[in-house]
């Protein structure tokens, strides 16, 4: 069914230009510039992709308007117009309109001085750098510009009470804080004309102790609509204190936003722009029918899937790649200065490179693994031509995602099951479930090429008194009903950490040893990491860290710290999330036979999603 009904589908109009839908990409970061902020093919190629999947207007990653930094994309001098040129042409040649955000990241301890110590004459040439880059974008065939007043770069510090401790004009009450905002649109209004649309980015609520506040925000929008912007682009948070409102984890509700964009939009006339989880296309239309917005933004969910409003559209909302949440592409990726990738979506950032060739040589391909790393890799070897035969030894598809889904405010992964299996479903993939496919089965079917995307095992450590009888393997407390009440969890990363929050909810007493200095060292550190801690400190369960367990007696665990100092623990029961080691078995059995074997995922080395689903699509592009 076309969804050519729903709301967000419907064109509108910002100021003089139209645009074909209400969905709009967000300006994130992607580090896909050059390393002194040019426009490369690779970035061209990034944002093309988005704009042919059917996004009705991309906002371009912040362009810094000063040469004062160097990780973001730059506007700052007529050098780059050229680039910015080819990339909005380029944009815009798919059908989907342009805007480039304006940004200066502002200025904190590590320059050695903060807003509060600029002086008018810096004051006066931070404003006209920014109505410079605006003449800039327009000359470079933008659309729109959009002026970022959020996330505690340089406008809003200004803005933030907590930020702007001035005592002259621009400091103080709100509407003094304010002026240098109201002066940075007036002169980029100067620059561009009035008929040209210009943007402005807002923190609703920085969630900050004397920062911008919701009725603050209001204030702050108003005057900006009287002033003349066309647009308020609504997020919240503030880089630094508050990333979790920037980039919302899985942990957070989907459209958590909107009763910011519903409160503001009793307030202000002119369309109002959404953010914060939308990563579903009826949570997205039903935003807009419900009144909570003009427009929704969405960043994360097309680096997922480019194609999400063109399936849309068509009503095949279940082969959208929906993204997960994981805030690898903004956390773990941006935390590294890193360009862009994402978890799930193997292609994204490096559009070009892994575009699917059709192979010249059709072979019969064996994946052995329904996991992640398989399901991606048969998917791959599909698309390509090749046969392929995925044998999974148990009864569903899916492998370890399948549990990874069960701890609280996991359940989405369930939906990035479902649609890696119902996507090797619908494709010419001969399917064998419960089927272990050992060396006997290999030298039946002979295959042309061997995949082993077969996981890992967990490893039970060796410890002296630890027993079978009275563990069990992180999985297996997950899915099964322990009796037991007292739980020692050995191991404090991201699994053990999932499953004593897990056992906690279901009232049991939980105690956790992790022999690092500090919990989940291997979560996504910028938000995740932070909420779950969060979330478990404040349960107060009992918590070793720099800790090791290293003998058992009975019912009670003797551990020792790195200062020597012992102790023990009574329990009931122990989990062991200590790690796995790869299922390598089955390569050492077939080396005889001569096969072209590759491998995949957990079997090789223990790790996550990202190298799964990015090592299948790998293989699956080089057979």
Partial sequence: MVHTGWKLFEPIKVNRLEIKNRIVMLPMGNKLHSSIGEVTQRLIDYYVERAKGGTGLIIVQSADVTDESEQNLRICSDDYVPGLNDLAESIKSWGARAAIQLVHRGYGPADGFTINELGEEKIRKLIEAFGKAAERAKRAGYDAVEIHGAHGYLIAQFLSGSANKRTDAYGGTIEKRMVFAVQVYRKVREAVGEQFPIFFRLSGDEFVAGGITREESTLIAKTLEGEGVNLISLSAGRRGDTPEWITQPMAMPRGVLTPLSLELKKSVSIPVLVAGRINNPVLANSILMEGKADLVGIGRGLIADPWFPQKAFDGKTEEIR??????????????????????????????????????????????VGGGPGGLECAHTLSERGHEVLLFEKGPRLGGKLRVAALPPHKEELHELTDFLVKRVEGERVSLFLNREADEGIIK????????????????????????????YTAEEALTQNLRENEILILGGGLVG?????????????????EILQELGMDMEPYV????????IFEKKLEIHTSTEVYQIEGGKALFRDQKGRGGFSHFEAIVLAVGFSPNDGLVK???PLGLETYRVGDCITPRGIFEAIHEGSTVGRFI
Wanted: aromatic residues 6%.
């Fill in 444 to 471: 039946k079917i002979q295959p042309d090429v061997l995949v082993l995307a077969n996981g890992a095992t967990p490893i039970f450590p060796s410890i002296p008194g630890l027993g079978r009888n009275f563990c």
């Fill in 322 to 367: 929906t993204c997960i949440a994981c805030n690898y592409c903004q956390g773990k990726r941006n935390y590294l200065k890193l360009s862009v990738r994402c978890a799930i979506n193997p292609r994204a950032g490096k559009e070009r490179e892994t575009a699917f060739l059709p192979s010249q040589n059709r072979r019969k391909v064996l994946v």
């Fill in 589 to 591: 059995s077939i080396e």
């Fill in 528 to 535: 995740t990491r932070k909420l779950l801690l969060r979330r």
């Fill in 497 to 513: 950490c999932e499953v004593a929050e897990f056992l906690e909810a279901k009232g049991k007493k939980v105690i956790i040893f």
